[in-house]
């Protein structure tokens, strides 16, 4: 064994040396892994490739504020609510464009241009009512001046004021969505919440630029409070973004209480294996230089980690730290029998190597047969892991030897002195093995088909969740945060709050069929769409024969002038001022109505907004893919897909992946922990003894998770590849 000789030799004379080294390499990287951020949207889980990524960030770049924060005004007091707002507004809107690009909070101005444009908005079928009211009055007239003509109607038309009343009263019919905004302001019918929506470019898992958003909304917030007298006005902050970096904030401290529960328990496990306060410390810092390097190299090759990969800190040390228990426990035990130092680095090498390796590149295979899949879940999972297998399983056999090696040179290393208590459960398990065999192999075949039994049923009723709620952090969600969202949606609509898929074309021609077809799709076909809403829904429609007759209306009013009196020629002159209107279009209406559609050009009406149906939540998997998956049939005018933009496309694709990228990842995982299998061992039987344990624990698994009620989704799937590499260990080691 001259190699392993040498090495020894090596890490015994010069492991300061060594340690120093390994310290400089440490350091150097330790700038790359604090560096390395965590991206807790649904998007980070996708490659750039899949279509509801690319149309998402096709869409950012051309539409401008698609995250939301959303101001919540409440008080018993509307008028001090609409001051508050007033004086709000202004400061947010001078926040620079990086921050907020516009804030949606009052429709006056849309209202204005509704009232001076009424008459066009007015229904079709009404004007031509009014119109022929008008001919039948006229002509009634006409003939009340004419003696020859002998009147034989039994019921006189309606007069000239009453045609008039009749004509703004149907032109104001329209006005009744509007009606319920008292002076332009999002008020709900409870009069008691009043709402400011912040329209952002900000996405709400970067709680950095949020925070920095919240904080300057609070100033502003604080600024209204101090300069005027609002009354009792409570104000809360919710919607999408706020949302999201709530949960982005949580799952940074859960990562920070699940890496350091796992650190405590490894090191418990330690101690109460070794019985050696020494080794605690001898792994602990061991496993320092290839977790700090692990993430490095993770900065420099995922960028950021995601929903699937923020726990994988726990995950390497509790993997990784296998190979430097395995190797520290032989070291012992050659110790305890008396074998010098030098001597039992050596033999600790040779003897450990081989079993550690294994095991450690079944666990790294596995790892990176995820790298197969096009799932970023999966993929970055599995760079991460897998150089976090490979560098520790280095670090048992470089810097745990050094480690041990300085330890030697202070009394109080209890090396030669420790019982592991492995000792005590190895014989207790040797005992039961040697003395029941039958009764433990029959004990493991009923569990193994209960637990086949619990997993065919599983399978059979559906193993996937589809509820998205269930893959949110646990952190306790405010009920009354929730009620507010809802209070929301009951004043502007789902799609105004945020909650829509945003279709976007190239032209405004193909916006208008695009709108057609979905309607058709909806009112015909019953596809699963709710609300559809368009720059177009916010002009009158079919103005071209409205104009015609509001044409008709105005010379048949001019010669009805005739034949009135002077109030009533008054009315007549009053209506006439708006019976001829100019046609509108997208640029004449009031630029912050206009803005949700304004893409960042100023082009205007090539984006469509298509709401969920009411009542189906948009955290059921099953109802997004559908709701996705049907838009995603819709074709433009020459065929192609439309482009989408929203949160329920992205669920959709992340679903698909757990189809598609799952079992690849699990046939990909297990046939490499048999490739590993195949070369480690020589004889079949050691094959075949290996592998079976391994599949049994598996089964055992999803036994468990089948009795528990667990299903799997794209963030759990991953425990199948990994246990391939990481359950093959024991079986190997032993």
Request: a negative charge; glycine letters at 6%.
């Amino acid at each position: 064994m001259p190699t392993w000789d040498t090495l020894a030799e090596l890490q015994l004379r010069h492991p300061l040396r060594i340690l120093v080294a390994s310290a400089v390499l440490a350091a150097a990287a330790f700038p790359l892994a604090t560096s390395l951020e965590l991206d807790s949207s649904w998007a980070a889980l996708l490659p750039d490739d899949k279509p509801s990524v690319r149309d998402l960030r096709a869409a950012e770049g051309r539409i401008a504020g698609l995250s939301t924060l959303t101001i919540v005004l409440q008080s018993e007091d509307l008028e001090a609510m609409q001051r508050y707002a007033r004086a709000l507004a202004p400061r947010l809107e001078a926040l620079p464009p990086s921050m907020v690009r516009f804030v949606d909070w009052n429709v006056a101005d849309f209202q204005d241009f509704v009232e001076t444009n009424r008459y066009l908005y007015a229904d079709l079928t009404d004007l031509e009512e009014i119109r022929d009211a008008l001919r039948d009055r006229l002509e009634y007239e006409r003939r009340q001046t004419n003696i020859f003509v002998i009147d034989l109607l039994e019921e006189d038309p309606p007069e000239v004021e009453e045609l008039v009343d009749d004509l703004e009263k149907r032109s104001r019919a329209e006005d009744a969505e509007l009606d319920k905004y008292p002076d332009g302001y999002y008020v709900h019918t409870d009069r008691d919440m009043l709402v400011l929506f912040v329209r952002s470019d900000i996405s709400g898992s970067d709680e950095a630029a949020v925070d920095a958003l919240v904080g300057a909304v609070r100033s502003a917030m604080a600024e209204v409070e101090r300069e005027l007298d609002v009354g009792a006005v409570d104000v809360e902050l919710v919607g999408g973004m706020f949302e999201l970096r709530e949960e982005a904030r949580a799952i940074v401290q859960e990562l920070v209480v699940a890496t350091g529960l796992t650190i405590v328990l490894v090191l418990l496990v330690v101690y109460l294996f070794f019985r050696s306060r020494t080794a605690i410390p001898l792994l602990g810092l061991a496993l320092v230089v290839p977790v700090i390097v692990t993430f490095a190299i993770a900065e420099l090759t995922v960028d950021s980690l995601n929903n699937s990969t923020a726990f994988l800190g726990s995950i390497v040390i509790g993997n990784g730290v296998n190979p430097n228990i395995i190797w520290l426990a032989r070291y012992y035990e050659l110790r305890r029998h008396g074998v010098g130092v030098r001597e039992a680095l050596a033999a600790t090498h040779a003897s450990s190597w081989i079993a550690t390796l294994t095991a450690s590149t079944a666990a790294g295979l596995a790892y990176a047969s995820l790298i197969l899949t096009d799932f970023r879940g999966f993929r970055d999972f599995g760079i991460i892991g897998g150089v976090g297998m490979l560098l520790c399983w280095l670090a048992a056999f470089t810097i745990l030897p050094c480690l041990v090696a300085v330890a030697e040179r202070f009394p109080s290393f209890a090396a030669r002195r420790s019982r592991p208590a492995g000792r005590f459960l190895g014989h207790l398990f040797a005992l039961v093995i040697a003395r029941y065999p039958r009764h433990v192999m029959i004990g493991a075949g009923v569990v193994t088909l209960l637990a086949a039994g619990l997993t065919a049923r599983a399978v059979t009723t559906g193993p996937i969740e589809y509820n998205f709620r269930n893959l949110r952090s646990v952190r306790q969600v405010d009920p009354e945060r929730n009620t507010l969202s809802y209070r929301v949606d009951e004043i502007v609509g789902r799609s105004a709050s945020g909650d829509a898929i945003g279709v976007l074309v190239d032209d405004r021609i193909a916006a208008l069929r695009s709108q057609a077809e979905i309607e058709r799709l909806r009112d015909r076909e019953a596809a699963p769409f709710g609300a559809v809403r368009s720059i177009d829904k916010l002009l009158p429609e079919r103005q071209e024969a409205k104009l015609a007759v509001l044409a008709d209306i105005r010379e048949l009013a001019l010669e009805l002038r005739e034949h009135a009196d002077a109030d009533q020629r008054r009315r007549i002159d009053e209506a006439l001022a708006r019976a001829s209107p100019a046609p509108v279009d997208e640029r004449d209406l009031p630029e912050n109505i206009a803005l949700p559609f304004t893409e960042r050009d100023g082009t205007r009406g090539r984006v469509v907004f298509v709401s969920p149906i009411r009542g189906r939540s948009g955290w059921d998997g099953l109802y997004l893919m559908e709701w996705a998956s049907a838009l995603r049939e819709v074709r433009d005018p020459d065929g192609e897909p439309l482009l989408l933009a929203g949160q329920a496309p992205i669920a959709a694709d992340l679903i698909e992946a757990v189809y598609i990228d799952g079992p690849r990842a699990v046939v990909a995982a297990f046939l490499a922990t048999c490739a590993v299998l195949w070369i480690a061992f020589r004889r079949y039987r050691d094959r075949f003894l290996t592998l079976a344990s391994l599949l049994v624990g598996i089964l055992w698994m999803a036994g468990t998770m089948a009795l528990l009620g667990m299903k799997l989704n794209f963030l759990n799937f991953i425990a199948f590849p990994i246990t391939f590499g990481n359950g093959v260990d024991y079986g190997v080691n032993l």
